[in-house]
C-alpha cells in the first residue's frame, strides 16, 4: 500500500482517520520512544531479558556461589561461610582429573563416531534421495527421539548384557565400560548430529555440485573443496550437541558403564548421595568452562558466523 | 548502543546479587521443624508418605502376593504414599526435602538425621506394639540421643555374599573370594560390590579378620592408617569390579544375565533372581549388617497416620510379613511366631544377641572414634565419602 493512500480502509496504527483512536496521548508517547532509544530497546527486550537473566545468570550465579560454601560432615548441613577447598580438593585430587579427562575423551570419541555415520546418512538424504524418501528418512531419524532416554539405554544393557544381541551377531560384546557408554551415547545423540548436518547440506545448491563438474573435478574434490566448507558449520553445531550433552549424563554412564565414572556421576553422588552440594557445584563448574572454552576457540575460527 | 549494554551488565549483575542473597536467606529455616515428641495421637490426616528401603512398603504393586500396606490402609484409612532409596545417603537427602513422615533408617542414617534436626523424639507410649520389641534393640546407640529414643525398631540383618554356583568350584565361606587376588582373578571383571562409601567397612571387618596387626577394632572406627589399608584393598579390588551397585534392580539383573557372578548383596536380592545357580552365605568373618528404625520426619506434615503406621509395622503380623520378605530378622518373639516360615526366626538368629554380635551394625564414622579410642583421631564420613570416590577411580 503507498504512503499517499488516503482509502478509508486504511487502518494501519497511526494512520487511523478516527480522531478518537489518533488521541494527544499516544502522540507524546510515540514521540518519547522515538527519541529515547534506550527506552524504546528496553521494553523490546526486558521481557526475554529478564528470562535469560533468572534461567541463565541467576542460575550459574547461584552455582558458583554454591561451590564457595562447605558442608559439615556429620549433619550434612550447609555451612555459608566462603572458602575455595572445593577447588582446592579438584585441582589437588587426581581423581578429579582423571575423570574429567576421561570425560572428555568419551565426549569427543562420540562426537567423531557421531559425525562419521551423520556425514553420509546427512548427504543421502539431502542430495541422493527422492523427496519422498527424504521425509520417509527425516521420521526414521527423528523417531528415536520420541522414545524415553531410559527405554533406550536399558534396552543398550539388555543387548551389550552377557548372551545379550550384542552376542549373537557373533562379533562379540564389549561388555559394561567406557565402550558400551561410548556406543549408547553416540546412538542417543546420533538424530542431534543428522539434522544441523541434514540442514547445512540442504542449503548447498545443486547447481553449484554440478559446475563444479562441469569444470573437471572429480567427486572427492568436489566434496573436499565445495561440499565440506559449506558443512563446516552445520558439522560444527551437531559436534557441540553431542559433545556438551555427553559431558553432562550420567544416566547412561550409571546403566552400561560398569564401573566407570564420569564428571556428572561425581556431580549425581555428591548431590544426590553424598550431600556435598557445594563440592557437587564445584565440579559442575567444569563442564561449563570446557564448554566455554571450547565455544571461544570455535568462534575464533569463524565456524559460528554463519549459524 | 555501548551505554544499553553497560547498563544492562550493571542491572543483570544486581539482579543477580539480589537472587543470590534471597536464595542464601532462605532455605535455612529450621522453623517448621519439631524435634519433641508428640503427647497424643489426633485424628489421622488420611494419608502418610513413607520414605524406605526396598521391600520394606509393599502394597502388591511388585508381586500381588506380597502386601501389607492394603491392610493398614483399610484400617486406618490412611492412604500410603512411598518412595524407596538405595542408600542411606540419597535417603538422607530426600528426608531433607521434608515431604516425608516416615522414614525407614538404618545405623548409619540414623545418627545423621537427629544431628540435622530432622527426627522427631517418638513418644514410644504412643506405639503400642513398641512393648513386644527385643530388648537389645531398644535405646540403641544409633536410634537415642541424649535418652531420648528417635527411632523404632524394625529388623536388622547382614550384607550376604553372593555367588553364581557355576563359576565356583566350592561354594565360597569368606569374604576373601572378593578381596583376595587369586580368588578374584577367576571372575575378573564380574565381581561386584555395593555402592557406598559405607561399603568401606566391609574391607575394613575383613582387614580385621585377617590382619591383626593393623589393630581394627570396629570396622566404623577407623585411624588414617586403617582407613589407608581399607582403601588400599579397595583399589586393588577395583579392578576385578565389573560393576558397583546401589540400584537392586541393577544387581538383580547383572546376576540374572551372569554379568555379575560374585559380591555383596542382600537376601531380598538374592529372592528377586529365578537364576537357580546363585546362592548365597554368611562368610565365617561375620559381616556388616544393618539395624534399622523407624524414624518420624521433624516436618512431618501426617504425624498421626504417622504413628498408627510405626504401630502398625510394628505389629507381629506386619513385622513378620515385612521382615520375611526382606529376609532380616525381625524385632519380636511374637513376629517370628507369624513367619510363614517356621525356620524364619532361627535361620536370620532373630533375637539372638550372640550372633547379632557378630555382624557390624552400619553406624556413621565419625572423628570421635567409636570404639572408644581417645589418643586418635577416627576419620568421618566425609573422608570415607572422598575416598569412596577415589577409590572408584
Redesign the interface.
Known sequence: MSVTSTSPSDTRPGRTTDPALRGPVARPGSRLLHRMVWLRLSLLLSAPLAWMVLVYVVALAALLITSLWSVDSLSSEIDRSWTLDNFRTLLESEVYRNVTLRTLGVAAAVTVVDVAIALPIAFYMAKVASPRARRMLVVAVLTPLWASYLVKVFSWRVVLSEGGLAEWTGLGSPGYGLTAVVITQAYIWLPYVILPIFAALERVPDSLLEAAGDLGAPTGMVLRSVVLPLLVPGIVAGAIFSFSLTMGDYITVNIVGGASQMLGNLVFINAGAANNLPLAAAIAMIPIVVMLVLLSAIRRTGALDNL | MK??LR??RVA?AC???V??SV??ACG?SDDDKKTEAVEKVGKTEGKVSILAWPGYVEDGSNDPAVDWVSAFEKDTGCEVTSKVYG?S??A??LA?SGEYDVIAASGDLS??LI???EAQEINTDLVPNYANVYDFLKDTEWNSVDGKNYGVPHGYGANLLMFNKKNFAEAPTSWGAVFEKDQLAANK?KVTAYD??IYIADAALYLMKTQPDLGIENPYALDQDQLDAAVALLKEQ?QY????W??YL?EV??FE???SVVGTTWQVIKNSIENPDVDVTLPTEGATAWNDTWMLSSQAKNPNCAYKWMDYILSPEANAQATEYFGEAPNSPEACAQTTDPKHCETFHAGDEEYAKQLWFWR?P?EKCLDGRTDVQCT????W??AW??I??
Open positions: 551505554n544499553t547498563k544492562g543483570t539482579l543477580a546479587l537472587s543470590v536464595l542464601s535455612s542408600t545417603d540419597e538422607l537427602n531433607k545418627l545423621r544431628a540435622s534436626n571383571g557406598s562409601p577395583r569390579v565389573g560393576e558397583y546401589s540400584d541393577k539383573q547383572a544375565t551372569g554379568d556413621t565419625i568421618n564420613y566425609a573422608q565419602t572422598e570416590t577415589e572408584k577411580g
